[in-house]
């Protein structure tokens, strides 16, 4: 999965990576980590994504956000500053919270993600099987760098693998 | 004490292509006071915001001056933003925050600086090493060559009077004030 998206974003002119880290995004880190052409900035809390992202764009560089789905409500209040701004937002979520997660913790807020989002005047793409991953991030790179909007892909907890509980014997 | 509107004067005093962000509030109100400039870019909400927008100027602008001019209690907000800030490293990037220890919009309710939070060192346990608490003309002098010098990143918590100016509005459509910062830098 890591391996389509990060030559979307090289391809996308994608300069700024803002990430509270989630293990589904890992790879993807350290590809960007790796690419010289691109800034990675470890945020304390996922809102300081939507405020890094809106800089960004204002001094005339492409960003992405990554996050876990849990860190999306933390963003509600500052999801309307690119909307106010009418300017681009490129979220990318890895879901918890569906299908057979074994952290009931995790469901209240993954459930809730779609339609927060939708509410806060975001876009949502879903990709729930390897195949769906390239165009629905090329769709959002378009959506947010063509069109100005804002937009999140949803990487499904079915693509990603419901993460292991298992305990020392 | 401090007066807010001649700090914020000498701050952008010579400003060239310095690039301003100005958090909601009583610095907003004082960047357009200093007459207002196509590079300001004066926030009327996104409480919290304002430092990391400096954060995403300054990577995206890394030969320009960015100057975060902010409130206590916006800075409160985001005190995290301070960690990630200090973790980025940007060297063009200078937060001063113009601390009354007041909620200076909604009544004058005391924020956490007057109740014993020390900004400047919040920010020097973030990482920070550049991180300063200006009390007097001389120091707001010595913090304007700070933010042209782009040695940082810097932190200055400046001590100002709580006395509030009158109002002198910025524009308040966003739209417009994006468009106008970005044709200003030439990426519109």
């Known amino acids: 999965m890591d391996g389509v998206i990060h030559p979307l974003l090289a391809e996308y002119g994608v300069r700024v990576i803002g990430h509270v880290p989630d293990a589904g995004h890992t790879a993807l880190i350290q590809r960007c980590e790796r690419d010289p052409a691109m800034q990675v900035v470890t945020l304390t809390t996922e809102e300081e994504g939507m405020a890094l992202a809106a800089g960004a764009w204002l001094g005339g560089a492409r960003s992405a956000i990554l996050m876990q789905s849990s860190g999306v409500g933390n963003c509600c209040n500052l999801l309307g500053l690119p909307r106010i701004l009418a300017g681009p937002l490129l979220l990318l979520v890895t879901m918890r919270g569906e299908w057979g997660e074994e952290n009931p913790w995790q469901l209240p807020a993954g459930q809730a993600v779609p339609a927060l989002l939708s509410t806060c005047g975001v876009l949502v793409h879903r990709a729930d099987h390897a195949d769906d991953v390239a165009p629905a991030v090329r769709s959002a790179l378009g959506l947010a760098y063509a069109s100005n909007a804002r937009v999140a892909v949803l990487l499904g907890q079915r693509l990603l693998g419901a993460k292991a509980f298992e305990e020392a014997s | ?188």
């Open chain 2, 1 to 188: 004490m401090l007066d807010r509107r001649a700090v914020v004067r000498t701050l952008l005093a010579d400003r060239g292509d310095l690039v301003c962000v100005a958090g909601l509030g009583g610095t907003a109100w004082d960047v357009a006071a200093a007459g207002g400039h196509d590079l300001d870019l004066p926030l009327w909400g996104a409480m919290g915001a304002a430092a990391m927008v400096g954060l995403g100027i300054a990577l995206a602008q890394p030969e320009r001056p960015v100057l975060v001019v902010t409130g206590d209690g916006e800075q409160l907000m985001a005190l995290g933003a301070l960690a990630t800030i200090a973790g980025a490293a940007p060297a063009n990037l200078t937060v001063a925050v113009l601390d009354n220890e007041r909620y200076g919009e909604t009544g004058a309710q005391v924020t956490h600086t007057a109740l014993g939070t020390d900004l400047a060192a919040v920010a020097a346990g973030c990482g920070i090493a550049d991180a300063r608490t200006v009390r007097d003309d001389a120091g707001v002098a010595e913090l304007r060559d700070a933010v042209h010098a782009r040695r940082g990143p810097c932190f200055a918590a400046v001590k100002i009077s709580p006395d509030r100016p009158p109002l002198v509005l910025p524009p308040r459509d966003g739209a417009l004030l994006a468009r106008r910062l970005r044709a200003a830098l030439g990426v519109e």
